[in-house]
């Protein structure tokens, strides 16, 4: 983890963790840094998005005054998806994006997410430099930046509307469909966010009956009981309208989770599988393997040996799951929440893209949601939090190592357990996944006491 920059970004309270003063200098250090590297006369072009937020449009006009002040162009494409940025930065010749949002946090928190000309999240050497100019502390090249040079005279940078980019987006994603939508009724839940304007577009073009929640942003309402992470609306819609399938999509729109017929939940790993197994049966499952994380249920991992599908574990970010496939060229990798990539079609994780998926799914196969995932036995799990002193100290302890060991094996091959240290807060988090909720509670419980007893437990 950086100073700043987590694994999602640069993401905190608005102007309490994350103010205009850090927005600003992001933008001055980009402007700075990617005209170093070009010729004479040529100019830096950023693009960027944002969310829906109030203090989205704050941090846009603070970016985009660094930008400019150091020389760049900033291209503003409004509210829009963190997905849409990634596309239109490595399709149209940019250096670089900016994405404005904190995804499924709610409204009072932001976020800035950057992009590199690939579209992929920007490199941590470089998210390193901006800590360091942010600190005021950057040394490039045995050089000190106190302060970064202003642009002067017609090197001064400019901003220029860029919504044409956005709706080259909208097409792409129509594009992607192999077959008509016609028939199919289709609700959708933009949580108030970024996809409010764009998944209703898309669906409506392709032909589906649409039933829309959660699209009316007023900048304090995003995710508020809605999307991705307040699904329970979108199941209710389903069930009370009767249709075939529901999308629920997070603030900025980035993951996707899915609601079958009956109103069930049909989570990240279940799309996984429902997406990997018909690419195998279409010899589209390069490496037959699919990238998931730590955090994937233990039954995702039975139900892709039992389909003879390989699988790849990483650590716990989309961000780790795109770096494994982009170094073994992999197809598909996700998260239980919903960040879904295909890498054939984009670079970062894109709801309304995994929703085309899987209605090509369902239309191509002529089956129920319900149906593709009942392959799938999704075990009982069980996590809890422990707040301790050292977290290193905690999980390596040979009293703990040995608790752990026990347990795993006696869940054999009919359970998991985990033990890992919280990415940003004080925390040893322990999961496990077994036959039934009463195992799983016992174990988690059973590992929880001997770290309390090893005396790590912090108030």
Known sequence: MGRYFGTDGFRGEANVTLNVQHAFKVGRFLGWYYQREKKAGERVKIIIGKDTRRSSYMFEYSLAAGLTASGADAYLLHVTTTPSVSYVVRTEDFDAGVMISASHNPFYDNGIKLINGRGEKMEESVLSLIEDYIDGCLIVD?????????????GIGFTEDYVAGRNRYVGYLISLATRSFKNMRVGLDCANGASWTIAKAVFDALGAKTYVINAQPNGLNINENAGSTHIEGLQELVRAEGLDVGFAYDGDADRCLAVDENGNVIDGDLIMYICGRYMKERGELDNNCVVTTLMSNFGLYKAFEEAGICYEKTAVGDKYV??????????????QSGHII?????????????SLKLMEVMLEKKMKLSELAKPVTIYPQCLKNLRVGDKTAAQ?????????????????????????????????????????????????DEIIDVIKACGYEQA
């Open 396 to 444: 390596q302890d040979p009293h703990v190592v040995e608790a752990v060991q026990r347990t795993a094996e006696r869940l054999g091959d009919n359970g998991r357990i985990l033990v890992r240290e919280s990415g940003t807060e004080p925390l040893i988090r322990v999961m496990v996944e077994a036959a039934t909720d009463e195992i799983c509670t016992t174990c988690v």
């Open 342 to 354: 295909f890498s054939k079609y984009a670079t970062t994780g894109d709801g309304i893209l995994t």
């Open 142 to 154: 045995g050089v000190s930046y106190p302060e970064l040079p202003l642009a002067t005279k017609d």
């Open 322 to 335: 795109y770096e494994s496939m982009q170094k073994n060229g992999h197809r598909i990798g996700g998260e």
